[in-house]
């Protein structure tokens, strides 16, 4: 049984960082390309960042790049996200999940949230 | 920037009824088109790839349709665990993109 297990949330203030994982069980970690996904409060679905499986390509939504970073860990199977200068409209749950064959979304993990305020 | 329309934004309708979702790009994405079932407190579910594949373990119920622009996604007889928000996602061009979602609910 595939499992991806978020954890890292919590209550920042603006421009503050945090990083999120997601540890990955019963999948070829190293093999998986792997994204991270938002959706803030009554909201819909906001795809934030992207890894290939390989690491050698990182893909990023325009309202986070230059201030979030993806990594992965093969050896940990662990998915990072670094948030750093964080703002009120980052405030959401983050998801990460499992690449299919094509960039759609075949495994999703349980999500935290992310709130930030002062 | 691709964007994806979904409409109608709210479907309400009876258990066992048929229930028609559509989906909108702003332009061409081939068939690299997904849909997801999320439902409150939960994680999405991926139901629908390719336009029209169904992922492992989603029941016949579910079917999708379409290519290029326009595309939906059928349910044809609803239960009551199928009452949920459902959103489209094409993986055609980065950034990858979600439509705005279709709440179903019951009528």
């Known amino acids: 049984e595939v499992q991806l297990l978020v954890s890292g949330g919590g209550l920042v203030q603006p421009g503050g960082s945090l990083r999120l994982s997601c540890a990955a069980s019963?999948?070829?970690?190293?093999?998986?390309?792997m994204t991270w996904v938002r959706q803030a409060p009554g909201k819909g679905l906001e795809w934030v960042s992207g890894i290939s499986a390989s690491a050698d390509n990182t893909f990023y939504a325009d309202s986070v790049k230059g201030r979030f970073t993806v990594s992965r860990d093969s050896s940990k199977n662990t998915l990072y996200l670094q948030m750093n200068s964080l703002r009120d409209e980052d405030t959401a749950v983050y998801y990460c999940?499992?690449?299919?064959?094509?960039?759609?979304?075949?495994?999703w993990g349980q999500g935290t949230l992310v709130t930030v305020s002062s | 920037e691709i964007v994806m329309t979904q409409s109608p934004a709210t479907l309400s309708v009876s258990p066992g009824e048929r229930a028609t979702l559509s989906c909108r790009a702003s332009?061409?994405?081939?068939?690299?088109l997904a849909w997801y079932q999320q439902k409150p407190g939960q994680a999405p579910r991926l139901l629908i790839y390719?336009?029209?594949t169904r992922a492992t373990d989603i029941p016949a119920t579910f079917s999708g349709s379409g290519s290029g622009t326009e595309f939906t996604l059928t349910i044809s007889s609803l239960q009551s665990e199928d009452f949920a928000v459902y959103y489209c996602?094409?993986?055609?061009?980065?950034?990858?993109?979600f439509g705005g979602g279709t709440k179903v609910e019951i009528k």
């Open positions: 019963g999948l070829t970690f190293s093999s998986s390309a």
């Open positions: 390719g336009a029209s």
């Open positions: 999940a499992k690449v299919g064959g094509g960039w759609y979304l075949v495994y």
């Open positions: 996602q094409q993986y055609n061009n980065w950034p990858l993109t």
């Open positions: 332009q061409s994405v081939n068939n690299k």
